[in-house]
């Protein structure tokens, strides 16, 4: 029994159309079906955090949703972030520049759930910043790194905002 | 004066690929007719297999094989995995198999293997293959199952004792017959599984043409991969290849050859198609190699002043079902006790005993952490059987830092002495006590009491292994275009090593860091080489390639100085150039140096050069080198709930020279939360009878960033004498004293309930009910 | 772990969807999909039908009726609820507990009916839930009727609905301005589900004393339990030693046991938190600790 449906969605920007198996996650469709393979999965049962990705602007498991459900959907992966002149994102740059990553494996789902957070929360706490990332799960850095990297980042999209303004 | 590239806080070279999606991991790789392969594994912890029956899964559209023992003799030269012996010495029942025959032995072993056009559909015909099991008992407590007449783990082996290892010097009998004082404890000991966020993963293509198997595998140590592989196909070197894409993590998962691993070749051999299988989280926790259960009854032996005379004891170690990796974390266990410590007597005895669970092997720590465990919680005993501050007594123990190098009556697993060559012990703990501020921690305690809340600080010193050899792998090559090079055995699998010996290599080839392309972990490119494990890549990997880098820089001198007319002395390699110091625009590049030395017409080159501007060292380290610590850590203690919370954590640590302190201090944090997760969430559950009972990271705890603190690293580098670049090794470093320090910290918070904690790891539960046993008892 | 093969259907309206429900035999409702997901991929659900509720607008909302009750539709989102206004103003029991419901990209996802019906022995929003004596409203083609909260659990993880019956929302009188409100849970790290979670409300009569509370504990049995006796010992006192005598009544509970907790540590658990949350929630409803 193969059951099948034309499904559409916006990928960082670029609109797809496909044909999918409806029991297919949304994090298999990324990464085996468009080739978006910078979402990882590191359990497929919702806890490491791994595969978060943002659907409509909200952050989510990617291997909680069926690729169905993402029909119509504006979806944003790790490899949107940069900026089309490979600029890094200013989480990307602080992720770097304060040793926030090691193996690279829970990486992208660690800058997409700091994506949202900081929009929601620009000035957060060190204790906010560890709750935030209490569902996404490094098993290498032992977050030091990457919660530097999150109040860094935090500093600099305000000042870029400032900038802006 | 050139600025120097070892020591600085360069950033990482691996980062920007992986940070916008662009790494390559295992899973990540697709090829033109790649089938997936799924496994139908055991539900029973030990049981017969009276016969399988895949009819109903290759009925499946989209199935392509089913495989189960019967299969393997048409392309295997055998049925169990090899793997390097050395000296040991188990039986042949305990070597693991590629599928099991008869008997399968512990709930999750493959039995037999599936191969589709999806992973979706290897996973519905598994599910549609019928095994004809007859259960059996299992063997499921190591200490049950060490006991004469247990339940056996394998029906032909004669017990389940895989073997006996006895550590010791000295005069025990003498040494506690004539102490002032001896206490004993029994303690209860248990790490988890490697859990990398990136499971295994394997992807293998066989090519008729040339009979040439080529394998991308997520592993630690692709020429043990390739050896093993070599051996099963009866092949040489030119037959197998193995190549590691990106690694999302290993900490010892993949450090073995597994069932897994030799079916998908085995697959893409039969179908000569590329094959893929990829560990799924539930496979890890089932089927991947955990380090688990010790039990330990420890005596020590002191003298009125708590100087140890002796430590004495026995454990029983669980080695699950099979022997996947030796016998390397029992014996660690065994020789690690002592650590930085004098203890003049000794004596330890390991049982090694099967049970009907995965096999166990090292993880991140080896053995080391329960020894260091171990002996911190005897040295408590002392401090508490005498009324001694705990860290006055590790002062009063540690060695001496005029006796170093300090040869150790233990003699290392290999049976040669051992010698730590560096170091200072005292001034370590001396450090970390300091910035702890542990004088003062007594007004901190007396004030949080005040306010019902529980303090306690626990101190910690351990000394580690690394830069085990016997040698690693480093060509330094520079190419026709200029570009140079490094080819190595040494993997990265996040630690930076690309970074760290880029760094080395650009000390002395005058190009940036960022310029230099490293391939590690391809067989292709390297012959030979070791991997990564033991906190030994910088030492090994690190030191061949500080060597051949020089030896390429000497050459390159040789030929420009020829070419210039000038003296090598004169010349300095710098911006991919040799130029002449004062004079620039006198120079040769590096890549006409390349091309004059790999054959290109009209250039003279000096009698004395050999070609190629390439040189390849594999440097072999006299001894192992010895890194240590001194951790000390707060914790407050809430004893409503049992929930221990770290206030500050502080760690002195000695790795010798530091490539890239800012990498080292991941490894030392990374390692020390790993650490934080043994002793307080992580647990491997079995039941009664071997079924394991956490198998989601639901589940099974490990800690999130809001569980851990911030953390305070001291340097102290005392420069290794063993390896030119005078180095030690650090990944596991954080790892090994973290159980000794907060199961000390939080008995410490607990002392007005009288609570002892003889386990690790401890849950919130069993201090609730270790604080309830005190309440009565006292 | 990928899921089994089902047939797939994501009806617009409840009235499609109760059709689908009512003509299938082995379907499942995908809510939110943080439970039903993980239970897919692990093949420990293997439904012949999924029929997803994610299309279903009109299940989606939070408001206040006329007659002065709140009402959720089930497929809110736990992220909507914590957003939402009335609630922030009205129940503050519910965003206190939301704090603790996963995390924030489960919670973009998850919704109460989700909770609900999942019924995890440990989870927060069914505790909060029968704190609030709210009434669990469900449809099925053959009709609507409603259940008090505390006869939706029918066992472990099961709720007292037919297989044909669809959760529609929930409804419950909010507590007057002014009422105590404290969750308070013991969960092993951030995030999880809890080992023992607790709720408690709490309004105080013009005497200062408690005249009237809600006491309930997740964690400890198949469903949230009220504790009865907690609240009949705390009614009429003003705290202090009338609360740890209160808490001290949990100590009679039969907890459940599992691999991560044993059944006294749960009892004991209960009877801290219980008397935390009381203490919280006493001074939150300004109270005045007996001396």
Request: hydrophobic share 40%.
């Amino acid at each position: 029994m193969t059951e099948t449906r034309k499904i559409e969605m916006t990928v960082n920007g670029v609109r797809h159309q496909l044909e999918i198996e409806t029991r297919v996650t949304l994090a298999d469709c990324l990464r085996h079906h468009l080739g978006l393979t910078g979402t990882h999965l590191g359990c497929e049962h919702g806890v490491c955090g791994a595969c978060t990705i943002l659907v409509d602007g909200q952050a989510a498991r990617s291997c909680l949703m069926l690729a169905v459900q993402a029909d119509g959907a504006a979806i944003a992966t790790v490899e949107g972030l940069a900026g089309d002149d490979g600029t890094l994102h200013p989480l990307q740059q602080a992720f770097h520049d304060n040793h926030g990553l090691q193996c690279g494996f829970c990486t992208p789902g660690m800058l997409m759930t700091l994506v949202e957070f900081l929009e929601s929360n620009p000035d957060p706490s060190e204790t906010e910043v560890r709750e935030a990332l209490s569902g996404n799960l490094c098993r290498c850095t032992g977050y030091q790194g990457i919660v530097a990297a999150a109040l860094d980042a935090a500093q600099r999209m305000r000042a870029q905002a400032v900038g802006l303004s | 004066m050139t600025e120097s590239f070892i020591g600085a806080r360069i950033g990482r070279f691996e980062d920007r690929a992986l940070l916008t999606g662009q790494g390559q991991y295992l899973d990540d790789i697709h090829m033109a007719g790649m089938l997936e392969m799924a496994f139908v594994r055991s539900p029973h912890p030990h049981a017969l297999i009276r016969g399988i029956d895949a009819g109903k899964a290759l009925a499946l559209p989209g199935v392509h094989a089913v495989y189960s023992h019967a299969d393997l003799a048409a392309v295997l030269t055998a049925d169990r995995i090899p793997q390097d012996k050395g000296g040991a010495k188990f039986p042949d029942t305990t070597w693991p198999v590629v599928l099991p025959k008869d008997e399968t032995c512990f709930v999750g072993e493959p039995v037999a293997a599936v191969v589709a056009e999806s992973r979706y559909i290897a996973e519905d015909a598994a599910a549609l293959v019928e095994v004809d099991y007859e259960p059996l008992q299992p063997a499921a407590d190591c200490r049950d199952a060490a006991a004469p007449g247990a339940p056996k783990v394998h029906l032909e082996a004669k017990d389940n004792i895989v073997a006996e290892i006895r550590a010791d010097y000295g005069d025990c009998t003498a040494a506690f017959a004539a102490a002032d004082h001896v206490f004993a404890i029994s303690l209860k000991q248990h790490r988890g599984a490697a859990h990398s966020i990136e499971g295994r993963g394997i992807i293998a293509s066989y090519s008729a043409v040339g009979d040439e198997m080529t394998v991308w595998a997520s592993v630690q140590t692709p020429h043990k991969l390739r050896n093993g592989l070599m051996e099963l196909f009866g092949v040489d070197e030119s037959g197998v290849r193995v190549i590691v894409p990106d690694v999302g993590g290993a900490f010892g998962g993949k450090n073995v050859i597994y069932p897994e691993d030799v079916m998908v070749a085995v697959a893409a051999r039969l179908l000569e198609r590329p094959v893929k299988w990829v560990e799924d989280r539930r496979e890890h926790f089932l089927a991947a190699v955990q380090e688990r259960d010790q039990y330990w009854d420890l005596e020590i032996a002191c003298d009125g002043e708590g100087r140890i005379q002796g430590v004495r004891g026995k454990i029983i170690h669980d080695q699950g079902a099979y022997t996947m990796m030796g016998l390397h974390t029992p014996h660690n266990s065994a020789i690690a006790v002592p650590g930085p410590y004098v203890v003049p007597n000794y004596r330890i005895d390991v049982v090694v005993t099967e049970t009907n669970k995965v096999g166990c092997v090292p993880i991140r720590g080896a053995g080391y952490p329960e020894a260091c465990f171990a002996m911190e919680r005897l040295l408590d005993e002392i401090a508490r059987g005498l009324d001694l501050d705990r860290a006055e007594v590790r002062r009063r123990n540690l060695i001496p830092a005029d006796q170093m190098p300090y040869e150790h009556p233990m003699k290392t697993r290999e049976g040669t002495p051992t010698i730590y060559d560096t170091g200072d012990f005292p001034a370590c703990q001396v450090q970390a006590l300091e910035t702890a501020d542990y004088a003062g921690f007594a007004t901190r305690q007396a004030r949080a009491r005040s306010e019902g809340r529980y303090l306690g600080i626990g101190v910690s010193n351990m000394v580690k292994v690394t830069g085990r050899g016997p040698f690693e792998s480093g060509v330094v090559r520079v190419g026709r275009s200029g570009r140079v090079s490094i080819y190595t055995g040494a993997m990265e699998m996040g630690q930076g090593t690309k970074t760290s010996l880029a760094q080395i290599c650009a000390e002395h080839l005058g190009v940036p860091p960022g310029e230099i392309t490293v391939v590690a972990g391809d067989t292709g490119a390297v012959l030979h080489g070791i991997g990564g494990y033991g906190s030994r890549q910088t030492v090994t990997g690190g030191s061949s390639v500080h060597l051949a880098a020089i030896e390429v820089r000497d050459k390159a001198l040789k030929v420009a100085a020829h070419t210039l007319e000038v003296s090598e002395r004169d010349l300095e390699l710098k911006d991919g150039e040799a130029r002449v110091k004062g004079a620039p625009e006198l120079s040769m590049s590096l890549a006409d140096i390349a091309k004059a030395l790999s054959g290109a017409k009209g250039y003279s080159l000096p009698k004395e050069v050999t070609p190629w501007l390439q040189s390849c060292v594999n440097f072999r380290p006299p001894d192992v080198t010895y890194a240590n610590a001194a951790h000390v850590v707060e914790v407050e203690v809430d004893i409503g709930t049992g929930g221990v919370r770290i206030l500050r954590y502080v760690m002195a640590n000695d790795s010798g020279r530091l490539i890239n302190p800012t990498l080292a201090e991941g490894q030392l944090v990374g390692g020390t939360v790993h650490g934080i997760g043994n002793t307080l969430f992580e647990w491997m559950g079995y039941d009664e009878n071997a079924q394991p009972v956490t198998t989601t990271l639901a589940d099974y705890l490990l800690p999130t960033a809001a569980e851990v603190p911030n953390f305070e690293i001291i340097h102290v580098e005392h420069p290794s004498t063993l390896n030119p670049l005078g180095v030690k090794g650090i990944g596991e470093a954080g790892t090994v004293p973290v159980a000794g320090a907060v199961i000390s910290a939080i008995e410490h918070a607990l002392e007005p309930f009288g609570v002892r904690i003889a386990e690790a790891p401890i849950s919130p539960g069993r201090l609730i009910e270790l604080i309830a046993a005190g309440k009565q008892g006292s | 772990m990928k899921p089994p093969p089902f047939h797939y259907h994501d009806p617009r309206s409840l009235d499609q969807a109760l059709a689908l429900l009512a003509s299938r035999d082995n379907a499942k409702l995908l809510a939110g999909g943080q439970s039903l997901m993980p239970m897919l991929n692990m093949r420990f659900a293997q439904p012949d039908d999924i029929i997803d509720l994610n299309r279903i607008e009109e299940l989606s909302f939070v408001r206040h009726t006329e007659g002065g009750r709140i009402e959720i539709g089930a497929m809110t989102r736990q992220r909507e609820l914590a957003d939402a206004a009335v609630i922030h103003d009205r129940c503050p029991l519910m965003c206190e507990a939301l704090r603790h419901v996963g995390h924030r990209a489960t919670r973009n996802r998850g919704t109460i009916g989700g909770s609900l019906c999942h019924l995890d022995p440990a989870a927060e929003l069914p505790v909060v839930a029968m704190a609030l004596d709210a009434t669990v409203h469900v449809q099925s083609r053959r009709g609507a009727r409603t259940l008090a909260m505390a006869e939706f659990p029918a066992f472990y993880m099961t709720p007292a609905i037919e297989p044909d019956e669809i959760v529609t929302k929930i409804s419950f009188e909010p507590w007057p301005a002014g009422h105590g409100a404290a969750f308070v849970e013991f969960a092993r790290r951030h995030g999880d589900f809890a080992v023992v979670a607790v709720a408690v409300l709490l309004e105080l009569g013009g005497d200062g004393a408690i005249h009237r509370a809600s006491v309930v504990l997740g964690g400890v049995g198949p469903g949230p339990l009220r504790c009865a006796a907690v609240e009949a010992a705390v009614t009429g006192s003003r705290g202090g030693s009338a609360f740890q005598e209160a808490a001290a009544t949990c100590g009679e509970i039969d907890a459940m046991e599992d691999v991560h907790a044993s059944s006294a540590y749960r009892r004991h658990l209960a009877e801290v938190l219980t008397h935390r949350a009381l203490d919280t929630a006493f001074t939150r409803a300004g109270g005045e600790r007996a001396s």
